[in-house]
């Protein structure tokens, strides 16, 4: 028997039409639909079967998308939905017999997709299914539509209330892709619900599992009776929910659950381990690949790229796609402008960022005796500092140095090629004097040559290869500066300007610049130098990769250097950074760019308008997130509370206003019931639309749920403000918050439970509305998935944020295919857990300082550090994919970094509602280190405050200095003392006096607001 899915499709008839309509929750792969009439008045001619697609079958899950390095790139895999696509003509076989009508497919390639060649599928996958009988006058046959997955007979016992005071039988059972035969209540005898069932048996990949919802007062969930094969049960303590085969006979009793729990979750051996540090997670993943890094100027447009060969290139980004002054200016071809210098078989010994944090890279090659050291910085014809136009001239100032280290003189020959468009031919070129230009457009330039010390620079006869020779004595070196500007047309002041650039002059100018921005915001230390050149040298990537618009003063926040415009979302993400290091002016004038663009660009979905939405960004709007607009009303909300500033909330105000609106109004759309006065399960959701990188319209949860934190931060603040229309927003972000509880709730009753690591289950629940149980793909599933809700909907230490947790931490950070497979779980599930193939973009470590577990928040941090890290660069990999060796994505992600730096404050200094926590999260490690650890002038939503602390010598006492927030004080400040050999906490002292408000068990000292700075001792000793 044949699984027939007819009964959980919705299902539309039209009798006008002659059609009946099925739509599916799931993809389903339909092999075999019968029809059976009323009477023998079938239809004979024009019967048709329609089904929905968009992507299948050109893009299906195969196989191959779970090989170890298609991970990551499976993620990215298109599906189809209910709103995008296009109906197609089924080809199809009819059987006719008495009043029945048999239909099967021929195969895909024969008619419907003949460049498909030798794909011969006999089903078609779809989402929608139509059957049409256009002319009939009579048209409502019976239909059963049936996949390839058989059915089998099946008898499960369910036992609800273990452990528990019994509660009286008051519920029902629901079947999903099955059949519920019969349901026999427990009895004073017998506590279980027996079931028997008629299940699925779907191959891989398929979406035909047999899903058994119960609904009742002692718990309402979902089970999958395959996964009860193998005499396996299904127990969930936190539920009080026993499953298993009925004929085990298996019963609760209190010796029970010691048999079931087989094992250990990763979540609770995690505190059991020592505290994790970023040298563990380093050494517990394989050594890195090495990327390329980037120089740029201040908000200029214009940017280069060193490769780990040293190849430099310069990539157009925005400047054609946002016309500008410089745009008419770059005449090469392609997207890259590429100069080689064919280093790809010397061996490469190391390379430096200066100072360990500025945009200033030099790299060492050898060959035998030879060694040459590039330097390569960015700057203007005229010099670095001057004001800043979004279309300056950026200059890559490249110093190359030739060491002979050997006994014997050494010949030196270097090549240069450029290559544009084509890049497998290298571009001819002209050599005048020292100008090296494109040949046949003599006013494109190229590069500007300078060999103070000597040699010669000639051109292949070709006049596609550069050539620098020279002849080095022993232990000399010699030195050649090449001027490589971005656009291909200078003006003479700007050539002669570039021309007068001396390099190392222009060296100690740029570092002196980088030095004077660095120095104009927060500054933090820790005992790691590599985190502490992280936090420096991200604010250079922000600065670096964020464009002026040209002829203005406001800011594109682009969250890489290369490809990426204004993600939104991300964009926000280094916004608050900015914010949160004091550099409020520049966070404004990314906001004004929101605000000054709001409405101009709709996002895609089924929204009704882009009144109020923002978004638009000037043609730099990139990615098409819904969430974006739920960021930047949160941007917006943030940069009020950590600015303190109320003239610019109210200067804001209506266009703050206008974008909670447009949330207000989308929202009515899904506020519907059903035919039985029921409210949807989409109730008071945003309509259906794309995710982010992956595009399928649907309900989705992060959206919805960033959405409501964005409504609700920026209703707040003008609350808190005093803007009239502020309480009427604060009820409205209530009740859509109450709205998405609803509808997450009976999303995860509908879901099956998730069997842990320990052998017990806990509940689920999915990416989206209408869907049960696993999604497709590491975006949908762990990145987008339901870790957000900790943050944002709900309650961070709830029972529910702990079934999300620890489920994240068995079955998605360590398993493939939502992560990296592991080689050996039992020595790396440490070193290699609580990230994405995405480790530093979301809420991954957050949840867990919130939640007050140290452990869990370090191991997630250090491990997501670990992943991305590249020290060599002081920069961060976008992916670490296809493997933790390898690198992917655009670089600075800048974004990315924001939100490392966002976890590290938090460590020193974090803000939950009325209330400031100071070192909740600093490792034990750090304050053994002898150093004092600190941040200082940071901004905080109570005003700007410093926080240092340092642990005495011989381990007795440990001494912290706050110099406190004073514009908005907190109502209460907690002060946490990590003490390295986790001594117990005897006694505090402030400003020398005895403290008694101390909580040692949780290594907290509670203060109430302090007006002046103050000194605190905490001590160890009997």
Known sequence: MQLDIAPFAHREESPSEASILFRWEEPREIHRILLEFPSDSIPRENLHIRYWKRFWPEHRVLPSDFQPGALCRAGWKPRDDWFNGTWVTADTRLERAGRQVAVTFAPVCEKEFPALAGCDLKFRQTLQLQILAPGAQSFSPAVQVFTDSALEEQHVAVELGCGRTPVPWDGKVEVYNGVLEAALPPTADDPRLRLRLLCARPAPFSFDHTLVTVRSTAASFTFRPDELAGARVIWSPDLGVLVAPEEAGLRYGPELPAQLLTGRTVYDRIPEMPEQSLARAMRGQPPKKPMHFVVGCEGRRQKFGIEPNGDLFAREGFVRRVAGPDTPKVLWKGRDLRLRFFWDTMTPNGRFVDGGCLPILASTYSRGDLDITQAVLATLPGGIDQPIRGEDTVVAFVRLRFLNRGPNPLPVRQRFQFFSGDPSRPETLSLEGMVVRAAGEPASIRLLVDAPDGGRLSLEPSGQELTYEAELPPGVCRKLLLRMPFVSVLSPAELSSLRALDFDLERAAVRRYWEKRLASGSSLRTSEPDVDDFHRSHLTHILINDDHECGSSRVMGRVSSFNYGNFSNEAIMQVVDLDRRGHHEEARRHLDTYLHYQGTVALPGNFKGKEGLFYGSGGYEHGDYNQHHGWVLWGLAEHYRLSGDRDWLTQAADRIVAGCDWVVRERRATQRVDNRGRRVLEYGFLPAGSLEDVRDFYYWLSTNALTSWGLTAAAEALADAGHPEGPRLVQEARSYLADLRAGFLE?????????????????????????????????????????????????????????????????????????????????????????????????????????????????????????????????????????????????FKSSDEAMVSFWLRSMFIQEVGNDLYLGRGLPRAWLASGETLFLKNAATHFGRMSFEIEARPGGNSIRARIDPPTRRPPARIFVRFRHPQKLALRRVTVGGRPWPDIDPAREWVILPPLTAPAELEARYDS
Request: aromatic share 16%; hydrophobic share 35%.
């Open 747 to 891: 999303s995860r009753i509908r879901s099956p439970l998730v069997r842990l690591r320990d052998g017990s289950s806990v509940p689920y629940t999915p990416s989206r509305l209408h869907w049960r149980g696993r999604d497709v793909g590491w975006i949908r599933e762990v990145l987008e998935g339901a870790i957000i809700l900790t943050t944002t909907v709900l309650e961070p230490s709830s029972q529910e944020s702990t079934w999300i947790l620890k489920d994240y931490e068995d079955n998605r950070y360590l398993d493939s295919p939502y992560n990296y497979a592991l080689d050996h779980f039992e020595g790396q599930w440490f070193d290699r857990g609580g990230f994405s193939f995405q480790p530093n973009l979301l809420y991954f470590p957050p949840p867990y300082l919130l939640r007050d577990q140290v452990e869990h928040f370090l191991r997630a941090f250090f491990n997501g550090f670990a992943a991305c890290w590249r020290p060599e660069l002081r920069a961060m990999t976008e992916h670490p994919s296809p493997t933790l060796a390898d690198w992917a994505g655009d670089h």
